[in-house]
């Protein structure tokens, strides 16, 4: 392998052919994923990015093997595990489920050759050419750049930077980051160097030295051999079918042994006459495959005024053919004609705009694969995957080494790839979006699932309290039908609260089974059930049930005479019906006022108070008669139960609250003042019990220093009350504040409270709706346009699909994908993963086990 880099100077290159070249990382902001405005940003960025190219240009986009140790550093970040042991525990675990997964990550790239400046650096550059060829012959090291030659290339680095950035934020390639790409380049696929910009680069031995120089006297040599010429070709048409091998096969020392790794190079040969967008981002698409894709795109540019020339020396030698075919009796050739109206079209387009530029572009792709025949397969693959697009990927015979170097900075554009280059215009080229942003997620948190994009795994990792920390909204929402995992992520939100933060949790139940009762118990800290009634007795027999807790306000909050005076005004005005003005509510509120502060202040004490009240006050005597003959009640015994210890909003680590027996107004019921009217007292009393929840749940979560965290699955059960809904706006909005969030699921969007509620809840989650309308307002939701199509088609099709084609065990594994949108308002397709903590995998499973004969298990 001739080794064309000489000489590595912070980010620049200095070759064996006497150029010079500058290379700088990419970091986009927007994401391809996205849809929309932020779609239509990041191709307005990526114009401008085109617009200001000069001269030939690398635009590169790699790929790099995530290390679980990478992610596990993640996950750890800024926690304290002498504080929280659990959470090392969970760490350990999913690092050990990492190492099955084979985890990508993608970065962007752009080099460029700096042109020389008079015929001093002219000479120099001759000189180090000739240099490095007699050094070569000799067998002799190249010497090194010399320091003014550095300094003079570093200004020149700088200048060019600077009309590279504007758009998109570049940074220069550091030292370690120029060798990885080196490094890489023989291995890809195969054991290959970590992606860091320490000093070090991983699994190399090659050290940056203190001065800031590399050294280049370690880097291990490789043997490109094309077609595998040193592979065993067995039978009798073996040698021959040697010489269609389309691929290259890199042979490295790796210690005592040799690596090797099959690479194959695809140039686009083709493309369409007429772009739009959105709909050819293909290099977007290329990125997320489904397996590791390297791509570059080799640029030259031309500016608006040679463009014009040329173009008009070319409509000329156009026009003329028509003139040549004027004797056919066929007339003039369709393919004549479309390329004169392109040629035309081009040229009004270059006279409109003197910023647009004519960009020779060449694109190259690689795959790679353990043996010839996986990376066969996925060239195959490939070329596929792009047809019905008229776009054309072919694989060179004899190229593949000068496309391999085509990948590699410091090396000019190779004829190969110049004969399939295209000739578009910046905004066109623009379309293809070279660079997006590829983080998804949170930078560090729990490791909440994997990215599914076309295939590709890549880690999502949730901090509950990124977006509070960030002065950002909060707030986490799932949505999906039936069945499509809501719960399963909100008792994994419940996990990590506990697990990563050591935080409060603070959990609406509302199944039969009590499903969130083993999450607790599973959990580490102490953990408090409140039921009402217990769910095995029906109201007739749940006089003897044996409840835990009271949620009588007054008790709950007797510390503090001003908070459990207003909660449990708000509880029995909502349960009682009472009007803000009426002479019942003035009556409550000083039977409160006499009750609130003292030794045995509790909701039974003030019935008696208003009983005492009523002798000189109809209105008490009217409410205490009320409330005498509804304690009776048994569903009343969290509020009325003397022999119930109050609920601990100090001690507790998580709190559920079993709703089931609870019985709530239907839509219709609170849908007129009419229907509202002749709704049970036992249904008030649920819309109140909801209401007191959320108010103990605030008061949990936003008085003391640890993170407290609001889970409400079914959210309407909360939301649907104008109090309810105020309170889980304050969680939102003003939660960041105290250390605190909330997350909420439901089956649709409006379930989730008013306009302003929804806009605020950063994180979303949309899971599988068959249902097309449901899907729309979902997709709306997230911030898609409802008639995207290819959205459409994931969350009514692809999500967690019922009735897959590799039956139980493909359902059972891809269960729990959802399309997210995370802080950033990036969206991704995301399978979650449940939390690896002792039994806790076991305890959030939801779905009955059923028998054939009726059973349930």
């Not at 995530?66 to 675990?93: F, K, M, S, Y």
């Not at 139940?509 to 800290?525: C, H, I, M």
């Not at 059960?717 to 003003?734: C, H, M, S, Y």
């Not at 308002?825 to 995301?830: D, E, K, M």
């Amino acid at each position: 392998m001739d080794r064309q880099i000489l000489d590595i100077a912070g980010n620049v290159l200095f070759c064996a052919d006497g150029s010079t070249w500058g290379v700088w990382r990419v970091f986009p902001r927007e994401s391809a994923r996205s849809t929309g405005k932020q779609l239509r940003q990041l191709y307005e960025r990526t114009v401008t990015l085109m617009k200001s190219l000069r001269g030939e240009v690398m635009i590169a986009s790699l790929c790099e093997q995530v290390q679980p140790h990478a992610i596990v550093r993640r996950c750890l970040d800024g926690v304290d595990l002498d504080a929280n042991p659990h959470w090392a525990e969970t760490v350990h675990n999913a690092w050990d489920q990492l190492e099955t997964l084979d985890v990508l990550g993608r970065s962007y790239w752009i080099a460029k050759p700096l042109d020389g400046e008079g015929w001093r650096e002219s000479t120099q550059g001759l000189l180090r050419a000739t240099g490095a060829a007699l050094a070569a012959s000799l067998g002799l090291s190249a010497r090194p750049a010399t320091a003014s030659a550095i300094a003079v290339a570093r200004e020149r680095v700088r200048v060019a930077g600077q009309d590279l950035d504007g758009s998109i934020p570049i940074r220069p390639a550091s030292e370690a980051e120029l060798l990885w790409w080196l490094c890489r380049a023989p291995v890809r696929g195969v054991d290959e160097p970590q992606l860091e910009t320490s000093e070090t680069v991983h699994n190399t031995g090659i050290s940056v030295s203190r001065s800031g120089r590399a050294s280049l006297a370690t880097l291990r040599g490789s043997v490109l051999d094309e077609g595998g010429r040193t592979d065993r070709a067995g039978g009798l048409l073996g040698p021959p079918a040697t010489l269609n091998r389309r691929f290259l096969k890199c042979v490295t020392p790796r210690d005592d042994v040799l690596v090797t790794s099959y690479q194959a190079y695809l140039v686009l040969a083709e493309m369409p006459r007429a772009f739009t967008f959105p709909g050819h981002e293909i290099l977007a698409r290329l990125a997320d495959i489904g397996f590791g894709v390297d791509y570059a795109l080799r640029i030259t540019a031309t500016t608006n005024e040679e463009a014009r020339a040329s173009n008009r020396r070319r409509t000329r030698d156009l026009m003329s053919q028509d003139e040549e075919h004027g004797g056919d009796a066929a007339g003039v050739p369709a393919d004549v004609h479309s390329a004169q109206e392109e040629i035309q079209h081009k040229n009004a387009r270059l006279g409109a705009s003197s910023t647009e530029l004519d960009l020779e572009v060449g694109v190259v792709a690689c795959v790679w694969g353990e043996t010839a025949d996986e990376c066969d397969a996925r060239a195959k693959v490939l070329r596929r995957a792009f047809l019905g697009g008229e776009y054309k990927w072919e694989r060179p015979l004899g190229g593949q080494r000068h496309l391999y170097q085509a990948l590699l900075p410091g090396y000019r554009t190779p004829l190969v790839l110049r004969e399939c280059s295209q000739n578009l215009l910046a905004t066109d080229a623009a379309m293809l979006l070279p660079v997006s942003a590829t983080e998804f997620g949170d930078p560090t948190g729990a490791l909440f699932g994997m990215v599914l994009d076309g295939g590709a795994i890549a880690p999502y990792l949730l901090d509950p309290t990124y977006g509070p920390t960030h002065d950002s909204s909060g707030g986490l929402a799932v949505i999906g039908e039936l069945g499509a995992g809501k719960s399963v992520v909100l008792k994994n939100v419940a996990a990590v609260v506990r697990l990563m933060l050591d935080g409060r949790v603070i959990a609406v139940d509302r199944t039969r089974s009590r499903e969130w009762v083993p999450v607790a118990g599973a959990l580490p800290g102490n953990s408090q059930v409140v039921d009402v009634v217990d769910p095995t007795l029906d109201s007739e027999r749940a006089n003897s049930a044996e409840l835990r807790y009271s949620c009588d306000p007054l008790r709950v909050f007797g510390g503090n005479a001003k908070t459990s005076t207003g909660i449990a005004e708000i509880f029995f005005a909502a349960w009682l019906d009472l009007e803000s003005n009426s002479a019942e509510r003035d009556a409550l509120g000083r039977g409160l006022d006499a009750v609130s502060g003292t030794a045995g202040a509790s909701s039974n004490a003030l019935v008696d108070m208003l009983a005492r009240q009523g002798k000189h006050d109809p209105a008490a005597r009217a409410l205490a008669t009320r409330l005498q003959r509804l304690r009776r009640d048994p569903i009343t015994r969290p509020i009325f139960d003397p022999d119930l210890p109050p609920v601990d909003l100090f001690d507790a680590d998580m709190v559920v609250f079993c709703t089931h027996e609870i019985p709530l107004p239907s839509a219709l019921e609170m849908s007129s003042e009419r229907m509202a009217a002749r709704v049970p007292p036992r249904k008030l009393f649920g819309r109140a019990f909801h209401l007191l929840i959320a108010a103990i749940a605030k008061e949990i979560c936003f008085g003391t220093d640890r993170w407290g965290e609001f889970i409400c699955d079914e959210a309407y059960n909360v939301t649907g009350t104008p109090e309810g809904q105020q309170i889980a706006l304050e969680f939102v909005r003003d939660g960041r504040k105290h250390g605190a969030d909330a997350a909420f699921g439901s089956h649709a969007a409006k379930d989730l409270g008013d306009d302003v509620l929804r806009g605020l809840i950063a994180v979303r989650f949309l899971g599988r709706h068959r249902d097309d309308a449901l899907a729309r307002q979902g997709l709306a939701w997230l911030g898609i346009d409802p008639s995207d199509s290819h959205y459409h088609e994931i969350v009514t099709r692809e999500l967690s699909p019922l009735n897959p084609a590799g039956g139980e065990a493909e359902r059972r594994a891809r269960a729990g994908e959802f399309v997210v949108r995370d802080h950033a308002g990036r969206v991704g397709r995301v399978k979650v993963m449940t939390q690896p903590y002792r039994t806790l995998p076991k305890s959030v499973l939801t779905t009955p086990r059923i028998d054939r004969g009726g059973t349930r298990r």
